[in-house]
């Protein structure tokens, strides 16, 4: 019975002194080929220039403005609005239109009558044209009632049948001037009454024949 046991611890420690050695001989393999591996990292890096620790220098990040603090703070320059005061460009002047004129002179002789415009694009022709400068007509006696005479031109029409009174001016036909110092029923243009004229008024300054009338935008 003791031989028994007595083989059986000899058994127990054969096995744990194999299992020692091959525990020992795994560690060393493995400290090899760690070691196998860095020599052939070292052996690389050296041959090649290339090193496994990517590291920049603080001194060469200080030079060259590249360090994240710089970086951010020139993030939040351009983010932050200007704060100089923005100079608008002065807006260049409107045109404004010109003032219509709503009266026009009729000069006969030394004696000046004062007409105001019709509101019609007929009135609108004859103040631009008047605009220009003056227009001397040489006007004829007609049916006794009226001065006429030819514009040299045609102005707008805007015809509509017309009882005239005196001391209205017509378009007639669309280039004939007419002044009324009586009555007549047609289809004229208005252009203008003359202001305050009573017939005789009109006749002592015209006369009963032919007569040159100047109308004006200036008296």
Request: glycine share 6%.
């Amino acid at each position: 019975m003791k031989r028994i046991i007595t083989l059986l611890m000899f058994f127990i420690l054969l096995l744990s002194f194999t299992a020692c050695s091959s525990k020992g001989k795994t560690m060393q393999e493995g400290t090899a080929l760690s070691s196998t591996i860095e020599e052939s990292q070292e052996s690389r890096a050296a041959n090649t220039g290339e090193t496994t620790d990517i590291t920049i220098p603080e001194e060469h990040s200080l030079e060259n403005g590249n360090t994240a603090a710089e970086s951010t703070a020139k993030l939040a320059d351009k983010a932050e609005p200007s704060s100089e005061p923005v100079t608008k460009q002065p807006e260049e002047p409107k045109e404004e239109e010109p003032v219509k004129r709503a009266q026009f002179y009729i000069i006969v002789g030394e004696t000046t009558f004062t007409a105001d415009f019709a509101d019609n694009s007929s009135a609108d022709a004859l103040r631009e044209l008047l605009a220009q400068g003056d227009l001397t007509i040489n006007m004829s006696d007609y049916s006794s009632f009226e001065k006429v005479g030819s514009i040299g031109q045609s102005l707008p029409r805007e015809d509509t049948q017309i009882s005239t009174v005196t001391g209205d001016v017509i378009l007639y036909q669309g280039n004939q001037i007419v002044i009324f110092y009586g009555t007549n029923s047609w289809s004229y243009s208005r252009l203008g009454k003359i202001q305050n004229a009573t017939k005789d008024d009109l006749l002592a300054a015209f006369g009963s024949g032919n007569v040159t009338i100047t109308f004006s935008l200036a008296k």
